[in-house]
């Protein structure tokens, strides 16, 4: 049995996956899994998952969320080995995992594994396995307390290590892998004063012969050392910007593409991998590039160019009314017509179509132009309806209340890179006597374009209890442009109908930075 938590909280048994839905389960089975072989007090549990006022029975109200544990564990092992990994002590209860195990110290396994390794390529397997275990933001989807976020930050240490590691082997050996740049690049910018990290990433970028960006990273990593610390960067990196500086330009150091059996570097929530450095898949309508292009680069032109002759230009009209084979604006073909009625070569050349013909092809072609675009109107009028809910459809529900409790990631006013991905996570209290069930978040209109943040239209809410927390996660696209994004949401059910009237919406407001 597993329990992962580099991610988002999940219990794995032979192929079988589940997880706490209630926050209050969560938090839970967070609070063991934070104190990992320890007996947890009853009294710490229960000031843990009741900080403001606790139950009037503390002690049967931990004892109910250890029986809801027990009843997920049976749902993918046996009881008796589901009463074994949860054990109830005097005072406390505790995981004994045994053969079970977590993500979390596998990464540390790993870590430990490739510091005694013999040869560097023992230890590069081992750190890349660890790696691969990361599917988000430890326990992204728990209640933070205190000493879940301590274990968080503990594990965020232990992936920094083991890719600072990774960097450096690499170096050293016959080539770079090439998600390397993006790794280190991701994590350098969610790390702007770690230097160690940005001294590798320098180093990497010299070395597959990026000196430019490498110059370009140092300056920004020596502004941002100054304006928050009043320092300069450390005698090595300084050392390394010399001599990048004085560098004479040599063979960039090869780039390895991974082999098939090669675990990538990161993985998707739901176990698949992607390229490492990305939140993987699209977010919002634009492709991984920003923009969607023609296959044959600016594919229109082209196709007006190669055309027969160019009946949508304009210049054509300078051959218009000239004698059947004289010059024109279009250029010459093999057989000598040239002007705007030239015709591809090999073409069947039809008797009476010279200026006259082309002028005809020109309207034709207007026609079917206008035919289009009153198309593609009565199209536009006629789409079903995929904005917000109306205003009329608001649904203020007796008791269901909610409160934004804080900004876990990005508040509004941080500053993000001209097209970084980054993760924003929202805490929600359910205050009402209603529990959630099936609702979403819905990205309001009209932030929605591509000089705007990009992210998802509709983001699900985990099921919430009254009493209990919800913590959303939204992946979004900065956009390529400095300025400012600003992204308003609102809590809808599965048809659109909008509840929270007591929380007119939810919005993150971030600098985008050069």
């Known amino acids: 049995m597993d329990f992962l938590v580099l991610g988002s909280l999940t219990i794995t048994h032979q192929g079988q ?23 947890v007090s009853t009294e710490h549990l229960a000031h843990t998952l009741w ?15 250890a029986s809801r544990l027990r009843t997920l564990l049976r749902s993918v092992t046996a009881p008796a080995e589901a009463e074994s990994v949860l054990c109830s002590r005097s005072g406390g209860y505790k995981l004994d995992l045994g053969d079970a195990g977590t993500d979390l110290a596998r990464l540390q396994g790993a870590l430990s594994l490739a510091g005694r390794a013999d040869t560097p390529e023992t230890a590069m397997k081992a750190l890349r396995e660890g790696l691969a275990l990361w599917r988000g933001e430890p326990f992204c989807d728990v209640p933070q307390t205190p000493c879940v976020t301590d274990q968080a930050a503990h594990a965020q240490e232990l992936r920094l290590s083991a890719m600072e590691a990774y960097a450096t082997l690499s170096l050293s050996g016959p080539g770079v892998p090439a998600t390397l740049v993006a790794d280190l690049t991701t994590l350098a910018s969610r790390n702007p004063l770690r230097e160690p990290l940005h001294l590798l990433l320098m180093r990497v970028l010299h070395a597959t012969g990026r000196s430019a960006e490498a110059l370009t990273l140092y300056e920004r990593l020596r502004r941002t050392l100054r304006d928050e610390l009043g ?7 300084r050392a390394l ?18 082999r098939d059996d090669t675990p990538l570097l990161v993985r998707k929530a739901e176990g698949e991998t992607h390229e490492a450095g990305s939140f993987g898949g699209e977010i919002g309508r634009t492709g991984d590039d920003g923009e969607a292009e023609p296959e044959n ?22 051959g218009a009314g000239r004698p059947d084979g004289e010059g024109g604006a279009g250029a010459e073909t093999p057989g000598g017509d040239g002007g705007a009625g030239a015709e591809a070569p090999g073409a069947e050349r039809r008797p009476g179509l010279g200026p006259l013909g082309s002028r005809a092809r020109r309207v034709a072609a207007a026609a079917v132009v206008v035919c289009l675009a009153a198309a593609a109107v009565f199209l536009w009028l006629s789409r079903p309806a995929s904005g917000p809910p109306e205003p009329d459809l608001v649904r203020p529900v007796p008791g269901d209340k909610s409160r934004l409790a804080a900004d876990v990631t990005y508040p509004d006013g941080s500053a993000v890179r001209v097209g970084e991905r980054f993760v924003k996570t929202w805490k929600i209290d359910n205050i009402g006597t209603v529990p959630w069930r099936d609702r979403f978040l819905y990205r309001q209109w009209p932030w929605d374009g591509e000089d705007l943040c ?8 985990p099921d919430t209890d009254p009493g209990g927390s919800a913590l959303v996660n939204v992946e979004v696209r900065a956009p390529r442009e400095p300025g400012k994004c600003k992204v308003y949401w609102k809590m809808v059910d599965a048809d659109g109908n909008q509840y929270m009237p007591h929380l007119s919406g939810i919005f993150f407001d971030v600098k985008v930075v050069p």
């Open 17 to 39: 996956s589940t997880a706490p839905s209630a926050a209050k389960d969560r938090a839970f089975l967070g609070e063991l899994l934070a104190h990992p072989g320890e007996l």
């Open 51 to 65: 900080p403001d006022r606790l139950p009037a029975d503390p002690a049967n109200a931990v004892q109910v969320r």
């Open 231 to 237: 320092t300069d960067p450390r005698p090595e990196v």
């Open 241 to 258: 910007h010399q001599e990048i500086l004085a560098a004479e330009p040599g063979p960039p150091c090869p780039v390895l593409l991974p």
């Open 297 to 318: 680069g600016d594919g229109g032109e082209a196709e007006r160019e190669n055309g027969d002759g160019g009946p949508l230009r304009g210049k054509d009209d300078g």
């Open 454 to 461: 990009q992210t998802e239209r509709s983001v699900p809410l």
